[in-house]
């Protein structure tokens, strides 16, 4: 009876000693927080890690104008367009419910720092002064900047002619910015819609519009009165608008960007809502 006490004592402190042994490579594996070891990865794996600050719980909350077609605009009741459908892959790769909200388009920044939106999305340039109150997403599509007229406008014939004339321009966007500072001999006429801006050229309350090329191409198929000159007026890149310092969600969205753009999804996008 004592042997068989004696065996079943050094049968368990054996398969102890085993557990142990097996123990210490789990403990070995994960690097202790801080040590160059945990730090290490892609910026994507820390952005999908990161916990974002969003305004409500569970919700995605994005601003815009949604006069800015084929970026944003109506369809019936709802807000679509490209940078819809950017934001729906934003939304579900952090586990959200994308909420779409159509303000002004001088009103998106004010918005978002007021604690109202998570993030901005209408076309927006990357400009010194916007930086200077709100953080951008990389860069994910270039526009021209076109100058719309009349058909049977004879003044105007290359964008240098906006010189001394009445343009219209939306107002707060980059447009407005660069013909109040670079043409200041004209005379600026700033709407809310773009709408009212060919408004204002069909009744000769202006000469021209300075404005994004997709939406001009939209605005034309709408207002047959309407051409847009061959030459474009500048270049433009867009971005998106986050809070100062909401550095998670920052990296959370550049990362969605970066994969459909490698994927050639926002192309596809631009595409789809152009070729209706």
């Known amino acids: 009876m004592k042997k068989i006490i004696a065996l079943v004592l050094v049968a368990m402190m054996t398969a102890t000693a085993f557990a142990g042994c ?7 594996s994960s690097a202790p927080a801080g040590s160059s070891e945990a730090s290490t990865g892609s910026s994507s794996d ?7 600050t969003t305004v409500e719980e569970g919700k995605l909350i994005m601003v815009t104008e949604a006069g800015f077609a084929p970026y944003e605009y109506y369809d019936g009741q709802n807000v ?21 909200k159509d303000i002004a388009f001088d009103s998106i920044i004010p918005e978002i720092n007021a604690g109202k ?7 927006m340039s990357i400009t010194p002064e916007r930086l200077e109150t709100v ?3 990389i860069e994910y599509a270039t526009s021209k900047q076109v100058v719309v007229v009349k058909k049977d406008n004879t003044a105007i014939k290359t964008p240098e002619d906006i010189k001394g004339k009445k343009v219209a321009v939306q107002l707060g966007t980059v447009a407005d910015i660069v013909v109040s500072e670079d043409y200041p001999d004209c005379t600026l006429i700033q709407q809310k819609k773009y709408l009212a801006a060919a408004e204002d050229v069909k009744s000769g309350k202006a ?3 300075v404005m994004d090329a ?6 034309v198929k709408e207002n047959p009165e309407l051409v847009i000159l061959e030459q474009e007026l500048f270049t433009d890149k867009y971005g998106m608008a986050v809070k100062k310092g909401n550095a998670a969600l920052l990296e959370q969205i550049n990362a969605v960007l970066q994969k459909l753009m490698d994927e050639g999804k926002i192309a596809e996008f631009t595409l789809n809502h152009t070729s209706k």
């Open 135 to 137: 953080d951008f997403t």
């Open 214 to 219: 997709l939406p001009a191409e939209e605005l």
């Open 22 to 28: 097996a123990s210490k490579p789990a403990e070995s």
């Open 80 to 100: 679509v367009g490209v940078d819809v459908d950017i934001a729906k892959e934003i939304a579900a790769a952090m586990g959200k419910e994308l909420v779409v």
């Open 207 to 209: 000469d021209c519009i």
């Open 46 to 52: 820390a952005a999908s890690s990161a916990a974002a």
């Open 117 to 123: 939106a998570d993030f901005g999305v209408a076309g």
